[in-house]
């Protein structure tokens, strides 16, 4: 991140766009949300739209939705974010912009050059795709994480069906039953992934 000092040689350095693209950002990535969320109901957000009643965002979404704010824009949204922001215009602030830190896209990951392989044609639900890309193509990366702390994360078929199989063990050692319903409340990561393959196992 780049931080505009505000002065060079006595006169005022230029207005720069940085606001005016992280908002941009910033409503594009909501707009994808909410479609998430809502995919019967077209919505356009503006940058006062609010969340919970416009958006029809509930406590779970918005904490999904400050999650993924703080990962594309890699900063870390403080506590009260959650409550206190209730449209885009909130968040603005807490992304450097009152401040005129220029935001910076997450640097992408150019995957192309990873060995392809045929199509698991044969395959009839989520479980046996993965299962047949694991005995396939065990290191191709499945889905590139971002964390905070430790960037980004590739993550690999087989590392995800033997994380699965662990989950999997731990709750039939738990007394799981098939059929049995399981919630899962976890941020996007490597132990959602895990836990949704590891139930369906």
Known sequence: MGIDSGTT?????????????????L????????????PQQAS?????????????????ARVELMQRVGNAFDVELPPEALSEADNAADLLPLL??????????????????ARSAPLPD????????????????PDQVHIVLHDDRHGEHPLRYRDLL????????????????????????????TDYLASF???ML
């Open 162 to 189: 033997e994380a699965a199989r662990e989950v999997a063990a731990g709750l039939a050692g738990h007394g799981l039953l098939p059929r049995q319903t399981v919630a899962l409340m976890l941020p996007t990561g």
């Open 96 to 113: 450097g912009q009152a401040a005129g830190v220029t935001v910076e896209a997450p640097a992408a990951i150019d995957l192309a050059a």
């Open 27 to 38: 409503l594009a990535l909501i707009g994808e949300f909410a479609a998430e969320v809502h």
């Open 197 to 199: 393959f590891g139930v």
């Open 44 to 60: 356009q957000p503006t940058l006062h739209s609010s969340f919970e009643r416009e958006l029809g965002f509930d406590s779970l």
């Open 122 to 137: 044969q395959a009839q639900t989520l479980l046996e795709v993965l299962e047949w890309q694991a005995a396939h193509q």
């Open 9 to 25: 040689s006595g006169k005022s350095a230029p207005a720069q766009p940085v606001g005016a693209d992280a908002a941009a950002r």
